[in-house]
């Protein structure tokens, strides 16, 4: 019997190298698959949908905040992979009665990579954990750098407004890259921002995420009302809330936002 501790501090005991694994977080499917351990993969969410085509053929057992335990469990999962802020604690403990539930927790880009690492140790696949990790930690660290500070605010959510706040992996993302999140002056880290608190914010570029809220170039007058003269772009919001394998591809995608948004400052 082998005894793991994940993320949260949990204790785990697991009788073999998982062989059937369910991921109740779409960016954590996506790094099993890239670990290399795609085969061993028996379920996911309906939100992991990459990678494609290989995922399609994976079981969808409802949602990250309401997955469906009986089908889960008639999977006859040996581990369930879960993330501290996308799965609830509920669903989390349910499953911990009856299967290893691992769950990670990733606020930062430090906590991404060495999250990576031990769910690569717990597949039994450390040398494709260190290899994904060493690309991401090198491609990340090649970013390049803003000449002039950047006032941004992140939009994840309308009606109500809603910002990406101090303590997500979100605005560790914009910290990385060297942008000034003006949304951690506010209380929470999802600020809810009424129509009349735009105003007292002093933003330069305000990116619209294109999920969870499928924001898109429709939405540009009504924000730009709310923040005349900032500028507005739409994002992927894949590229600044997946940790992971996700990462990789992410770094060439800030690269080119950084490049193109250098000299926007007011």
């Known amino acids: 019997m082998r005894q793991w501790q994940d993320d949260c501090g949990r204790t785990l005991r697991l009788a073999r190298r998982p062989q059937r694994i369910i ?5 954590l499917t996506e790094t099993l698959c ?32 309401n997955p469906d335990l009986s089908a889960i469990l008639a999977l006859e999962p040996d581990l369930v992979i879960a993330e501290k802020e996308e799965n609830r604690r509920e669903d989390v403990e349910a499953l911990g009665a009856r299967i ?3 769950v990670s927790a990733i606020e930062s ?28 930690d090198t491609a990340w660290q090649a970013l390049p750098r803003l000449s002039a500070p950047l006032r941004v605010l992140y939009l994840i959510w309308r009606r ?38 735009f105003a007292t914010l002093d933003v330069d570029l305000c990116l619209l995420s294109s999920e969870p809220y499928p924001f898109a170039r429709k939405h540009f007058g009504e924000v730009g ?22 990462m990789l591809p992410a770094a060439g995608y800030l690269a080119d936002c950084l490049r193109r948004w250098d000299g926007a400052a007011a």
């Open 100 to 102: 290893p539930v691992h």
């Open 160 to 197: 109500p407004w809603m910002a990406a706040g101090a303590g997500t992996y979100i605005d560790a993302v914009l910290s990385h890259c060297g942008l000034d999140n003006v949304a951690t002056r506010l209380p929470g880290r999802y600020p809810v921002l009424e129509p009349e608190a």
């Open 23 to 27: 991921s109740l977080c779409p960016s």
């Open 34 to 65: 890239a670990l290399g351990a795609g085969e061993r993969l028996v379920g996911r969410t309906r939100y992991c949908v990459h990678p494609q085509p290989a995922i399609a053929q994976v079981p969808a057992c409802g949602g990250t905040k």
């Open 109 to 136: 880009v430090p906590d991404a990579l060495a999250s990576c690492l031990r769910l690569a140790e717990l597949l039994g696949e450390p040398a494709a954990g260190r290899r994904l990790a060493d690309g991401i």
């Open 225 to 246: 009302a709310l923040l005349p003269g900032a500028r507005i772009e739409r994002v992927d919001g894949e590229m600044f809330s997946w940790y992971g394998a996700r």
